[in-house]
């Protein structure tokens, strides 16, 4: 480790994380919707009020020195935590603020008062239910007022407990869901200690739990994404705990968790097929393994998909041609829909977003390599002329399936699709990245830390203060100005750059490994 890069690393972490708290713990403004009366609820802790101006600059700041954060963690080789003690305390001062960003966790409490209520979240908009009096459903903000829910059945219960365990107080439905998220984002690093070889802790810390960006995106924020992105590395575990058809069941039920949560999340199921065939499991055991998992991701989908109804995807599939502002593809559709009309560029834009998701994740795939669980440094999981890159011997033999293996490989391959994907999709927000960055440490520091981290930072500052509510007239033409003309440009270089850098690992992979050193 570098020692002044270290330190400069604490200094940072520490100055985004005490920012990210303080819009917390003021009262409300444009980033912090007003949860009041509190209950037994935790208020507001620090006695001022930040203004639109204010909140935005504060905001900014702290997402840019995060992302500094990261990148010196990153270049110092920071190594892990030696306690819980940080990690727990952040999870205690997080407990204590107010979530920011969006109205998101307003949605989440609606949804699941109208569950606990007797009604069809998927059928029944917060507005409309009873009679648009109900004092949970009723603070729901725009544009979501109207909105049935777009959130699966698993994650439409979690919202049923924290609105069954509130009662008829905001605040409180609110502050329990808040411990589910705070839960599960500890959950993630302690799941990713167990599967990931010690080298890799550090980079456990530096990108998931003294992140600053995910802190304020994901825990600070309190999106049901941090639920399903520990849903899915705990799925990657179970699979690793148990290495057979026993494991592949159970396995397979809780990535039906985390797509019933969030649907794209069911995506660490072919992340863990992937590393079954990767790492060399071939014929009867392989079939019998992806079996089970279908069985068990079936059999629990299945289940609760039958108790939700027909209904589930109604809204989902009536929003799958939307296209957010901070992507490439928005200036698009404002040109295309003039000249081809609305409805056929949002086909077009769907299909080459399609298009474009495979692209990505079979560059990213090429541009990254998984770490090995082995101690050895000179061992690598897979036949070298595979990965073209240093670090690798030649003539490095493949790994025996086993625990050593499996959970890398997988989280690799499960990071790699879900990054091409929020790179691709018409829409897209900071909060989807979270699996991407629960199975980011699995990953060899390269090219795909810099793509991720490029991205999370240009849509976190994209989408602040992150409501619709409480703007000036300047305040909201500088962010959305942000949002509609910088940012896009951000994802196409980004585009542009995987894209180029994967066609260039191919000329690579043709000259052949370089050796390690070199």
Not at 23 to 38: C, H, I, M, Q, Y
Not at 289 to 299: E, I, K, Q, Y
Not at 474 to 479: I, N
Request: aromatic fraction near 8%; glycine fraction near 14%.
């Amino acid at each position: 480790m570098a020692p002044g890069l270290t330190r400069a690393h604490r200094l940072c972490v520490g100055l985004a994380v005490a920012l990210l708290l303080l819009v917390g713990t003021t009262g409300p403004n444009a980033a912090t919707p007003d949860l009041a009366p509190r209950g037994w609820g935790p208020g507001a802790l620090v006695p001022i009020t930040l203004g639109p101006g204010a909140v935005t600059a504060v905001l900014w700041t702290a997402y840019l020195v995060g992302a500094l954060a990261v990148l010196l963690g990153l270049r110092a080789g920071v190594g892990a935590l030696r306690t819980w003690a940080l990690p727990v305390g952040l999870g205690g001062l997080a407990l204590l603020t107010a979530p920011f960003g969006s109205g998101d966790h307003l949605n989440y409490l609606a949804y699941g008062r109208i569950l606990v209520g007797g009604g069809n979240p998927w059928v029944e908009s917060p507005i409309d239910w009873a009679g648009g009096a109900d004092p949970v459903t009723s603070r729901v903000e725009d544009p979501w007022t109207t909105e049935p829910s777009v959130y699966g059945p698993f994650g439409t219960l979690l919202h049923g407990l924290a609105a069954l365990l509130g009662g008829d107080s905001l605040r409180q439905g609110v502050w329990v869901w808040q411990v589910l998220v705070v839960g599960a984002w500890l959950v993630v690093r302690w799941v990713l200690r167990r599967v990931l070889d010690p080298c890799a802790h550090g980079r456990v810390d530096v990108l998931w739990t003294l992140n600053p960006l995910v802190f304020g995106v994901g825990v600070l924020g309190a999106h049901i994404d941090l639920i399903a992105a520990a849903l899915a590395v705990v799925a990657v575990a179970v699979v690793v705990a148990r290495p057979g058809v026993v494991g592949a069941v159970l396995g397979g039920g809780v990535v039906a968790l985390a797509g019933s949560t969030k649907f794209t999340y069911a995506v660490v199921g072919a992340g863990i097929v992937a590393a079954w065939w990767l790492v060399g499991l071939r014929g009867g055991g392989l079939v019998r393994r992806v079996v089970a998992l279908g069985g068990g991701f079936v059999l629990v989908a299945g289940v609760l998909h039958a108790w939700a109804g027909p209904h589930v995807y109604d809204q989902l599939m009536r929003s799958r041609q939307a296209v957010s502002l901070a992507t490439p593809w928005r200036p698009l559709l404002e040109w295309g829909r003039d000249v081809w009309g609305n409805e056929q560029t949002r086909v077009a834009i769907s299909l080459g977003a399609a298009v474009l998701a495979v692209l990505l994740a079979w560059c990213l795939l090429r541009l990254s390599r998984p770490r090995t669980f082995s101690p050895d440094a000179a061992r690598f999981m897979f036949a070298p002329e595979m990965f073209p890159g240093d670090g690798e011997p030649s003539g490095a033999k493949v790994l025996a399936p086993g625990p050593d293996a499996v959970a890398p490989v997988a989280l690799w391959v499960t990071a790699c699709l879900s990054l091409a994907f929020s790179l691709a999709a018409p829409y897209s927000l900071p909060w989807y990245d979270l699996l991407v960055w629960a199975a980011l440490p699995a990953l060899l520091p390269g090219l795909v830390d810099l793509v991720a981290l490029v991205r999370l930072t240009a849509l976190s500052i994209a989408y602040v203060p992150g409501r619709v509510l409480g703007m000036t007239p300047q305040v909201e033409e500088l962010t959305l100005g942000v949002r509609r003309e910088v940012v896009p440009w951000v994802g196409v270089a980004l585009w542009v750059l995987v894209i180029v850098a994967g066609v260039r690992s191919g000329s690579a992979l043709r000259r052949g490994p370089r050796r390690a050193g070199t």
